[in-house]
T-cell receptor, first 112, second 113 residues
């Protein structure tokens, strides 16, 4: 099956710093999402981004499908950005063949 | 807009007891999923329903049953709970398997003593 690798596994920042999280995947995908799991355990949708670039406030994401990676940029980080960031990809050719695979996540800690 | 709603949010069971986790979505999605999340193990798929009337096993189905009651609702049942089923359970839905965004419920924390 497809492999999804996220890096770095852990990241500690001071408030106000910028960061880049990476998601590499081993095969072509139908779609890709980024999620944030906050310290209370909620899984929040950040981006649905099978290709291209999107921005939402201080966060932006870029997926280069042909090179099989996606990047999540966090600018001017805040303590509320702390939590685990997951990348998830869907691969398949239709019907029951679709499979959703999650990366293991990047644990981000933003210190005040 | 409620999205995906799970109940209960917290539950404590004794070994051998049964319970059902309820999930409902109001986004007219066809596909629904149950995941469990354990420390260091990430999200693991228990069962999914690609469309109303169908259910299929995921990675870790043993000890669980599911029912796709209608297009909105997808329940997960533990017939005889075991301590190994202590976990956080997430329900999720997607417009169609392979298409669109996956949306999660807020999670249900289950402890089996």
């Amino acid at each position: 099956g497809i492999q999804v690798e996220q890096s770095p596994p852990d990241l500690i920042l001071q408030e106000g710093a910028n960061s880049t999280l990476r998601c590499n995947f081993s095969d072509s995908v139908n779609n890709l999402q980024w999620f944030h799991q906050n310290p209370w355990g909620q899984l929040i949708n950040l981006f649905y981004i099978p290709s291209g670039t999107k921005q939402n406030g201080r966060l932006s994401a870029t997926t280069v499908a042909t090179e099989r990676y996606s990047l999540l940029y966090i600018s001017s980080s805040q303590t509320t950005d702390s939590g685990v960031y997951f990348c998830a990809v869907v691969r398949g050719s239709g019907g029951s063949n679709y499979k959703l695979t999650f990366g293991k996540g990047t644990l981000l800690t933003v210190n005040p | 807009n409620a999205g995906v709603t799970q109940t209960p949010k917290f539950q404590v069971l004794k070994t051998g007891q049964s319970m059902t986790l309820q999930c409902a979505q109001d986004m007219n999605h066809n596909s629904m999923y149950w995941y469990r999340q354990d420390p260091g193990m990430g999200l693991r798929l228990i069962y999914y329903s690609a469309s109303e009337g169908t259910t299929d096993k995921g990675e870790v189905p043993n000890g669980y049953n599911v029912s796709r009651l209608n297009k909105r609702e997808f329940s997960l049942r533990l017939e005889s709970a075991a301590p190994s089923q202590t976990s956080v359970y997430f329900c999720a839905s997607m417009i169609d398997r392979g298409t669109g965004e996956l949306f999660f419920g807020e999670g249900s924390r289950l402890t089996v003593l």
